[in-house]
């Protein structure tokens, strides 16, 4: 486990996602949490800051898809933690283009991404939102068993989504 003074902040972080685990900073001084790891909290100026453990829970605050040549799109978010700090992520598992705002975000896995001259950590998420998982499956299934081509399965998504919330309330 982590400790602090354990290192550098970045160190520390890093750590943290060796283990699997999400890390970031409360501070004493003025209860601010604290992400991406600092020596001083950018509030108050303190350098009282602990880890801890976040559990990982948030929301999608604002989310982009990524086009690229000859691959599938892929999606990047910035995400409210619930302890209250924001942060950049990935949400994997559903189709880039369905990641919505507002949806409910679990802490999944750690990819390391080639950044330049050095290999970054990059915590990734998966969806908690059991709609659009199950709206994720089902473009899934019409893209690999239907063949249906990305616009109809993006239409269709749409539509059984829409019924989805009128039936649900
Ligand atoms: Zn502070």
Do not use: H
């Not at 063949?147 to 649900?168: D, I, N, S, W």
């Amino acid at each position: 486990m982590a400790k602090e003074g354990d290192g550098a902040p970045a160190e520390v972080y890093r750590r943290y996602l060796q283990n699997g685990e999400l890390g970031f900073q409360r501070c004493d001084g003025c209860g601010a949490a604290v992400f991406y790891p600092r020596v001083l909290c950018p509030v108050c100026g303190s350098d009282a800051l602990r880890w801890r453990t976040s559990s990982g829970r948030g929301v999608v605050y604002a989310t982009t898809a990524v086009y690229r040549r000859e691959a599938e799109p892929y999606n990047v978010v910035l995400v409210d933690l619930e302890e209250g700090f924001r942060m950049m992520s990935r949400v994997e598992g559903m189709p880039a283009e369905e990641v919505g705002i507002g949806l409910r975000v679990l802490f999944a896995d750690v990819r390391r991404l080639e950044a330049g001259p050095a290999a970054v950590d990059m915590p990734v998420l998966s969806s908690l939102d059991p709609l659009a998982l199950a709206l994720a499956a089902l473009a899934a299934a019409c893209l690999f068993w239907l063949k249906l081509g990305l616009l109809r399965t993006l239409g269709l998504t749409a539509l059984v989504g829409l019924v989805a919330k009128l039936a649900l309330g």
